[in-house]
């Protein structure tokens, strides 16, 4: 931990732990570190200067949804900025890929063609097309079908809600009064969704099933013979990627409206801005409102050039005092004297990164996507600097990015 606070923010410490279940890690023949040990990586982290990860594994032998989402609220609660969900992979020669281990744990599996692992070459003068195809756990006793997909929108959820604080200020609301990001996302998940949000979940669902075959040999011959629509980027991606591109800029607002109404629900559950809401509800529409405009237009190589917002709330203030573990819970604490004003630019070497990377990957949802495996999305989100208002002293600029 020593080495990492001397280069703050520039390494992130990872916590893997596929799942924090007993009979899970059992069956696995795997020995995690305790919750309180992953908080405590998780809380030195952060005062070192580092960002955390950890990294969770789907429908494992003796899983079910209930303990699959148990994890993630694990996880989240002990503070880790992003988890990166994995499904369970058959590796052949492996113990997992016996007859009798299939057997014994009840292992329902199905094939899928690998993200990025096809394409079209020469060889002694002849075209071979080819595609490498995985193996995947399905359905285990305790988790059937529909529960898997269910657990895999909820993955895509907290990717596009949670990893790399893409609505931080929630975030320190919600924990300043000892609630749940997940409870946040299980409300996200169950309550109405607006119609550019909600084609995209039905998509992603959809494209879930679409990618999981029953029989190899058929994939295999599908594949080969549909090799230029996967090279293209129509098949064959990485959905979580894909989808979190999607949600960020084809359903941005009606993403930043469910946040802002699940936080308040949550809030609500405990009696806090119950009656009209008053300054807390305030306070959660400005920082949803300051994430949205973070996140406009980032992956369009001709963005606008400034957006702005009214402050009324000093959320610099906020995120500070939170990454102090200081009590967040009074939102006059964080209220300005006299309004400002945020702008919200993109620079010109964000631009420059951003066209680099979109002339080698292109402007698709799934080109996108690929951009998002090279580049974080903080260094391509927008920057913050503040306007005062009539009467205000100037405050210094904030970055203005998610955390990772």
Sequence with gaps: MSAVAQVPGAISLSGAVQSLDPDVLRRIARTN???GK??????????AGAGTYSEVILALPGDSKAKHLGTLRQLVDAGFD?????????LPGSEMCTDAYRREHGLVTKWRVVPRCYGAYTVFGEELRAAELDEVCVTVPDMPYEDYRESRVMNLLLASLYNGGVFAVLLAILRGHCISPMRWLELARTMPHGPALAAVLKEFAAETDEQLW???????AYATENIDRYVEGHLGNNLLYTYRTRIISEALDDTADLATRACLAALRDIGVGVGGGGLIEALVREGAEYHRLIL???FRPDPSE???????FDLDALLAAARRRESVRDPHRFRRTEAGVREFVLTAEQQRTLST???QFGTTPWGVGRLLTKVRLPDIARQVRMSPGPGTTPEPAGTGSPTT
């Design 357 to 359: 990377y979109l002339h």
């Design 296 to 298: 406009s237009d980032i």
């Design 306 to 312: 400034v957006l702005r917002q009214t402050a009324r």
């Design 214 to 220: 029953d029989d190899r040999a058929e994939l295999l």
């Design 38 to 47: 992953l908080m405590e990586i998780a809380l030195a982290a952060a005062d």
């Design 33 to 35: 570190i305790d919750a």
């Design 82 to 90: 992003r988890l990166n969900m994995f499904q369970l992979t058959l």
